[in-house]
Each structure stands twice: as C-alpha cells, then as structure tokens.
C-alpha cells in the first residue's frame, strides 16, 4: 500500500467517512501538492507509526499545536482525537499542559477552539 493510501486509509478512521472526502477537498483547492503531502506524509507516514497509540498521538499534536498557535489543524486534531478515544477531561489535561510551558494565552485560545469545535459537532454552531 503506497504511503498515500495509507494516509487516507488513517485520516478516513480518524475524521470519519461522512468528513473524509471534504477535507481531502479543502486540502486539494488550497494546493494539490500539499494535499498529496499532508495524506502522504502525515497521514500515510506519522499517523500509521507504532510506538503510541492514536489517542497518544492525537493529545501530543493538540499540545504542539495549541502551543504555536495553529488553528485549523488545532480544530482538526480536536475532531481526531474525539474520534480517537480521547476524553473531554484528557484534552483539558493536555491544555493544561499547554498553560504551564506555552503560556496561559495559547491554552486559553486553544479552550476557544475546542469549545467552537464542540459546538460544532453537537449541531449549536
């Protein structure tokens, strides 16, 4: 299986079937280069790793992008991790985490995120 189809194998599993094809979409309008990439490299490369689990994963990259500020992927993981097992109370952890040595700002921004993500995904927003 090519590195490609492994990613969108993963990233289907993660952001659920009904997602799948419109993010693949929105990766291809900005550059289909960068989408080919991010399924490749991310997904078919990263996501696929053994070593830590999908839950793991998914709270250590809501961590790094909380941290730097990166806001759509933020939002994405936050999906992905939901979808990965991980508890509401395990991603305030992470957040936390994110408070102490990223600054309270980056956590509190991050809380903004995750609560416009839930509401999203509940039908409120």
Same mark, same amino acid.
């Given at each position: 299986?090519?590195?490609?189809? %492994? ?9 659920? *079937?009904? &997602?799948?094809?419109?993010?693949? !979409?929105?990766? &291809? ?7 080919? *990439? ?16 999908? &839950? ?15 806001? @759509?992927? =933020? &939002?994405? @993981?936050? !999906? /992905?991790? =939901?979808?990965?097992? %991980? %508890? ?7 957040? /936390? ?9 980056? %956590?509190?921004?991050? =809380?903004? /995120? =995750? *609560? ?10």
């Amino acid at each position: 299986m090519s590195d490609y189809d %492994a990613g969108y194998q993963q990233f289907r599993q993660m952001v659920g *079937e009904d &997602k799948i094809d419109p993010l693949i !979409q929105r990766f &291809k309008s900005v550059c289909p280069d960068f989408e080919t *990439e991010v399924v490749s490299v991310v997904g078919g490369r990263t996501w696929t790793r053994k070593g830590i689990d999908l &839950k793991t994963r998914s709270l250590c990259s809501i961590c790094v992008l909380a941290a730097t500020g990166r806001q @759509n992927a =933020l &939002k994405l @993981n936050f !999906q /992905m991790a =939901l979808n990965n097992g %991980a %508890a509401l109370s395990e991603i305030f952890e992470a957040i /936390m985490q994110v408070a102490v040595y990223a600054g309270y700002p980056a %956590a509190w921004d991050a =809380l903004v /995120m =995750l *609560e416009q993500t839930l509401d999203e995904q509940s039908g409120a927003g």
